[in-house]
């Protein structure tokens, strides 16, 4: 088993909830010869600074998350894509103890079929930009203003992907109105929807 990181060790104690998932999860990856690092203020498991699985917990429900488990074959049907938008990362979670120690082996396949993944140079075939549908509301605001559609397709293809799944996310026409209307002087000044 690979060495357990101090600086990991506050992520474990500073909750009440998910405690005994996490230990055991913890020792799963551990023992499946990952470095333990802290990111983003959770613990993350990495091969030679490569991303691999890391663990977080919900109020629901306690989860790891596979970084690129898309590429993943899933034989037992357990990873769950959290959202639509989402293209690589795959969680399984976990309400109970009980089930961790039931999937042990299963979670140890797992995380060794994303091992080799690593280590094969396997990549995520991620959707272009062109690809994501465009809401019918911002279309119809490029056609008419064509400084806007010119500033938008100006912006990189991550800006332009943080715009379409925010303006795409609420399902009445006029919030989505709403959200462009807000969002067009940031467009127009070559700003990303973060960047203001």
Request: aromatic content about 10%; proline content about 4%; overall charge positive.
């Amino acid at each position: 088993m690979n060495a357990m990181n101090p600086k990991v060790d506050f992520f474990f104690s500073k909750g009440k909830k998910w405690q005994e998932e996490f230990k055991k999860l913890r020792t799963i990856i551990l023992d499946c010869q990952l470095t333990e690092e802290l990111k983003w203020g959770v613990p993350c498991y990495t091969l030679e600074k490569s991303n691999i699985v890391l663990m977080h917990g919900f109020k629901e429900y306690c989860a790891i998350l596979f970084v690129k488990g898309a590429l993943l074959k899933d034989a037992k049907g357990i990873l769950i894509q959290q959202t639509k938008s989402v293209q690589a990362a795959r969680q399984i979670r976990f309400t109970n103890l009980r089930e961790i120690v039931k999937l042990e082996p299963i979670l140890k396949a797992y995380i060794h079929e994303a091992i080799e993944a690593e280590k094969a140079g396997l990549k995520v075939n991620y959707k272009k930009t062109s690809e994501f549908s465009i809401p019918r509301e911002f279309q119809n605001k490029l056609d008419d203003i064509p400084a806007l559609k010119e500033a938008f397709y100006a912006l990189t293809p991550g800006r332009q992907r943080a715009y379409i799944y925010y303006f795409s996310q609420p399902k009445l026409s006029k919030t989505r109105e709403a959200r462009i209307e807000k969002s067009m002087d940031l467009i127009l000044d070559g700003l990303g929807l973060n960047d203001q």
